[in-house]
């Protein structure tokens, strides 16, 4: 682990100055486009594992700060991730909705964290070949006292609080620690499942029909009342340009330069971050 670690900072070293060097010659060099009318629709993208709020809260918050702007399209491709930030960009598109329209479309996968994510939008419409649901939580770590034994490592450690070492990867839980973990999952999955039935007008008693982690067709995830209908981007395009009350579909373009380096930064981040992927609860 540690020697991957090492390979992925030194190639990140190594090639940093010729990423940047070759950005900047990207944009240098694109054409510019003509200057046209000012955009009234905003497309805002939520793809691969949810580790951070912070981008995508930051372009709701922007979207709601902009008169221009009359409605947002939520585009989601994403198989959930870790609760907070699932809850932070739920709640952005709630406060979002009571200033302009927003639907969210399932491109590929609406799962877990993502939905969660995506409850809140006027309308969810989900491509033919979408996954949605996955309505659950889960926590989960590895046992290696057999590989400490093995190699002949002895953990030695100092706690207060009989519960400190709940989640421990050193050795089997206790059924105190094991039940505290449970505990901790229930919690978060009575509020996932509260606020999707909240938001979703669902009843909260028949949770068992729509939650407990099953995954759904996009046909069977509109049946039960998950998403509003089944349709490709373009009507749902179609659908937020009724709801904003444009006439004419005028998308915003993001900066070349800006959207080059989030993505480059953002594999870089989630490529270190899978090796210190430690215990947490997951949606």
């Avoid at 949605?132 to 046992?143: K, P, R, Y």
């Avoid at 050795?171 to 039935?197: N, S």
Wanted: glycine share 6%; no cysteine; charged share 25%.
């Amino acid at each position: 682990m540690l020697k991957a670690i090492s390979n992925t900072i030194e190639w990140i070293g190594k090639h940093f100055w010729g990423m940047i060097f070759l950005l900047i010659v990207v944009v240098v060099f694109t054409p510019q486009e003509p200057i046209s009318d000012p955009a009234n629709l905003q497309e805002i993208e939520l793809s691969g594992a949810i580790v951070s709020s912070d981008k995508i809260v930051k372009q709701i918050e922007k979207a709601q700060e902009d008169k221009g702007i009359k409605g947002v399209l939520f585009t989601v491709n994403s198989p959930g991730g870790s609760v907070a930030p699932s809850i932070e960009i739920a709640y952005a598109i709630k406060e979002l909705k009571k200033h302009k329209p927003v639907v969210a479309y399932a491109s590929g996968i609406m799962a877990s964290g993502s939905y969660y994510s995506s409850i809140y939008a006027n309308k969810i419409i989900a491509n033919p070949g979408a996954i949605i649901g996955s309505i659950g939580v889960i926590m989960e770590s590895a046992n290696i006292k057999t590989l400490l034994d093995n190699i002949g490592v002895e953990p030695q450690i100092v706690q207060q609080g009989a519960y400190k070492q709940a989640g421990t990867p050193l050795r089997k839980w206790t059924p105190l620690e094991r039940a505290e973990l449970e505990q901790l999952t229930k919690d978060t999955y009575d509020l996932f499942v509260r606020d999707v039935a909240t938001a979703r007008g669902l009843d909260i008693n028949d949770s068992k029909s729509y939650a407990d982690a099953h995954i759904f067709s996009a046909h069977r995830a509109k049946d039960i009342g998950l998403i509003d209908s089944v349709d490709v981007k373009s009507i749902a395009k179609n659908e937020l340009q009724t709801l904003a009350k444009v006439e004419k579909q005028i998308w915003k373009k993001r900066d070349k330069l800006e959207s080059l380096i989030e993505k480059l930064t953002e594999k870089a981040i989630v490529h270190i971050q899978s090796y210190f992927y430690g215990l947490k609860a997951s949606i």
